[in-house]
């Protein structure tokens, strides 16, 4: 992936956010804790025209034990990796997805201290999360309770 060059004081200034952002995998391998989570990052990264990277930093691999579920499988042990990005986003519709479609652990937004949405930006978010539960809904994986 080219680097894509930025003026970060600029594109706060127009109103982009910057966020800091944890993901973990575990995974049966070395190799396969690695490699998904590099693949999961660069596709987060992928979207040139609204997401910029700031800092990435991917921490060594550990062993952990995997839990008895899968120990009962025989699989006694997984390979951890953590990876902390700061990127900055064009809108807040932009954060919005990449927690739905990629599930950070941790976001944390650096900047700016105050966000203020257009009603047409407050839609899109929220049309956003509507759209990912009733694709869980479909697929058999959750939905929504109603009270009768």
């Known amino acids: ?14 109103g982009w956010i910057k ?3 944890v ?3 575990q995974a049966s391998t070395k190799e396969l804790a690695q490699s998904s989570l590099k693949k999961h990052i660069d596709l987060i990264l992928s979207d040139e025209k609204r997401v910029y990277l700031v800092e990435k930093n991917f921490v060594p691999i550990e062993k952990i034990d995997a839990p008895d579920h899968l120990k009962e499988q025989g699989l006694p042990i997984l390979f951890s990796q953590v990876a902390e990005i700061i990127i900055i986003a064009k809108e807040f519709e932009t954060l919005v997805n990449i927690v739905l479609n990629y599930a950070p ?4 937004i650096i900047a700016p201290d ?9 839609q899109g978010a929220l049309a956003s999360v509507s759209d990912m539960m009733h694709k869980y809904a479909q697929a058999g994986l959750g939905g929504m309770l109603i009270k009768s």
């Open 1 to 14: 992936m080219k680097e894509k060059k930025y003026d970060e004081k600029e594109l706060l200034e127009k």
């Open 19 to 21: 966020s800091w952002m």
């Open 23 to 25: 993901f973990e995998v």
């Open 105 to 108: 652990s941790v976001v944390e």
């Open 114 to 122: 105050k966000i203020t949405l257009s009603m047409s930006d407050a």
